[in-house]
């Protein structure tokens, strides 16, 4: 089982860059190397939607198309926690933020699929103005 608290989200002009994080706190012994980690964003009326997932040992990464080559997700299993860097902000990044984390799977894998995912955060939200 695991606990997820995000992190660093603000207001920020458009062209401006966040760093968001993840914290886990994880039971049973278990460390974060053993999950999965995703991002997610909500935007007001809509459904929630994939920005980036990372493997368990950050070796493999996958982003939405519209956040590629301007957000990085990163991870320090030491210190449990899982980053999204957030450049060149525009306002339809404007969304609540979540990370969220699945366990018991093969290392190498990531999942773009909200329903696969089991743990969440509460968000944390990220404004761009325009």
């Known amino acids: 089982q695991v606990q997820l608290v995000e992190s660093g989200g603000g207001l920020v002009q458009a062209g401006g860059s966040l760093r968001l994080s993840c914290a886990a706190s994880?039971?049973?012994?278990?460390?974060?190397?053993?999950?999965?980690v995703g991002w997610f964003r909500q935007a007001p009326g809509k459904e929630h939607e994939f920005v980036a997932t990372i493997s368990r040992s950050g070796g493999m990464t996958y982003y939405a198309d519209s956040v590629k080559g301007r957000f990085t997700i990163s991870r320090d299993n030491a210190k449990n926690t899982v980053d999204l860097q957030m450049n060149v902000l525009k306002p339809e990044d404007t969304a609540v933020y979540y990370c969220a984390a699945e366990g018991g799977v093969y290392s190498g894998t990531y999942f773009t699929d909200r329903r696969e995912y089991t743990y969440w955060g509460q968000g944390t939200q990220v404004t761009v103005s325009s």
């Open positions: 994880v039971v049973f012994g278990r460390t974060l190397s053993t999950y999965v």
